[in-house]
């Protein structure tokens, strides 16, 4: 089954031409099926990008999924126009009283900030709040996931002695998470952070599924809240690791290459994509759960 996503989304053509299948309106309306409904917080500020990387991984799946992309109210963004925006995206505010099966909170640039010193953070708060009554499974990805273990459960976070930037081997804590089927034993993922999860702080309510002795915890499950928490970016494309890479040289900031991206260490070569397999793997297996567990009717979602 293809992704339902608004018709005229830029997105589409990229996923098209990667063979994703893609739903228009009109036939979406006239198959007579319920679709799986997802929610994208857009925390970044190329929304493009964004919406691009995570549609390509929860349209690669067999079961019909309706798209619904959606924004802070109280944020004005500083690189994507509010035509844009009010063309594809909805604010929290317009959606606030609707139910989803699934719902993705990305991360945004604001790492070193303190949480309440981000200016949307009550409407972050009640966003977080508001998926324990209407979202049936959330995924918080990067500081979306520091923010909701903040939140929730008032894990520490703390600044590491140097940023983790490159794709590292992980290991797989817990293999028999549902989440984690199909997944080999030392999957590589793409880092890009400065901030590490105080492993002291996390209570008993939370497991580490995909840990790294070196740079951190990547994954968490948090039943209690029907969330995972996953701190680096399976999400991200051939090249985010290494657009970052250029625009910090550009900036003069001396930073190091990104850790096993490049072939041979050498930036002047094109990254060599080896997380993208388990990166389908992560969304399908999160999808087909949702699908397994939601309640038909959507008003049913969070009782």
């Known amino acids: 089954m293809p992704i339902r996503i608004p018709d005229h989304l830029p997105a589409r053509k990229t996923l098209e031409h990667e063979g994703v299948v893609v739903m228009d309106s009109t ?3 006239r198959q007579d099926i ?18 691009t990387q995570f549609t390509r991984l929860i349209g690669s799946t067999p079961l019909q999924v309706e798209l619904t992309l959606v924004r802070v109210t109280d944020h004005k963004s500083k690189n994507t126009s509010e035509d844009y925006l009010k063309t594809f995206y909805s604010t929290w505010e317009q959606v606030r009283e609707r139910r ?20 949307y953070w009550s409407e972050m708060v009640e966003i977080m709040d508001w998926t324990q009554t209407n979202v049936h499974h959330t995924m918080f990805i990067c500081w979306g996931a520091q923010a909701a273990l903040h939140h929730f459960h008032h894990a520490r976070r703390y600044r590491m002695d140097k940023k983790a930037f490159g794709v590292f081997r992980h290991k797989i804590v817990n293999p028999r998470s549902v989440w984690l089927r199909g997944f ?27 840990d790294n002795a070196e740079i951190g915890v990547c994954m968490l499950d948090d039943p209690k ?49 080896r997380w993208r397999s388990h990166a389908h793997l992560l969304f399908q297996n999160w999808i087909n759960e949702i699908y397994q567990t939601t309640p038909f009717a959507l008003t049913a979602i969070g009782r």
């Open 184 to 210: 080999s034993d030392s999957p590589m993922i793409p880092v890009s952070r400065y901030n590490d999860i105080d492993r002291t702080s996390l209570g008993p309510d939370l497991e580490i599924l995909i």
């Open 34 to 51: 319920r679709p799986l409904q997802i929610g994208l917080l857009n925390l970044m500020p190329n929304k493009e990008r964004t919406e």
């Open 100 to 119: 989803f099966d699934g719902f993705v909170i990305t991360g945004a640039p604001i790492a070193n900030m303190p949480f309440e010193e981000v200016r």
């Open 225 to 273: 809240h029907r969330a995972v928490h996953m701190l680096n970016h399976l999400e991200y494309d051939n090249r985010s690791l290494a657009d970052e890479y250029e625009r910090d040289v550009k900036a003069g900031l001396d930073p190091a290459p990104p850790k096993n991206l490049f072939p041979g260490g050498d930036p002047t070569k094109e990254p060599e994509n």
């Open 27 to 29: 036939r979406a309306n």
